[in-house]
């Protein structure tokens, strides 16, 4: 197993029980940040565009509101500022991860966000409900989304990202 596919699997279990984080899940009131296509998005597939919320916290758990955030992937890139939500493009199985810098006051603080392969998921999770139910349906999902992460997916999956949730020191 590699590194990190634990938490993976813990992550996506807390996602996929209901009890994802209530931070998360707040009203946004301002318009969704587009994304500005650079040369190379003209080289690949766009399947779909998903609104995921950006939110930015304290290492004691308050939200900073106002912190400004730059997305950057080699198809496109944005900025934002936070609270915020932003329309992210899926490529399929040719989805990058982002490239997250957001800066508050004199911090700043970059993150990593891979993509997942939301089908998958799915698809473990309707398959492991049928055999088991509830306890079933969380392994099963966790124990695809974890293999998610290793491999991209068919062309025709499904590919997007969790909220973001970036925390200051």
Do not use: W
Not at 77 to 84: F, R, W
């Amino acid at each position: 197993m590699r590194p990190g596919s634990i938490a993976t699997i813990v992550v996506s279990s807390f996602f996929l029980s209901g009890c994802a984080d209530p931070m998360l899940s707040g009203s946004i009131d301002t318009p969704p940040a587009a994304p500005t296509f650079k040369p190379a998005a003209q080289s690949v597939q766009l399947q779909h565009l998903t609104l995921i919320p950006f939110r930015t916290f304290t290492s004691g758990g308050d939200e900073i509101e106002g912190a400004r955030c730059t997305v950057e992937t080699p198809y496109y890139s944005l900025a934002l500022t936070t609270p915020a939500l932003a329309n992210l493009p899926s490529y399929g199985p040719q989805t990058p991860p982002l490239d997250v810098v957001c800066r508050a006051d004199t911090q700043a603080v970059r993150i990593a966000v891979p993509p997942f392969n939301q089908t998958r998921q799915m698809r473990a999770a309707a398959i492991a409900g049928g055999v088991g139910g509830g306890l079933g349906a969380v392994v099963g999902a966790s124990v695809a989304s974890a293999t998610a992460a290793d491999a991209p997916g068919r062309q025709t999956d499904r590919l997007t990202y969790e909220p973001v949730r970036i925390t200051f020191p």
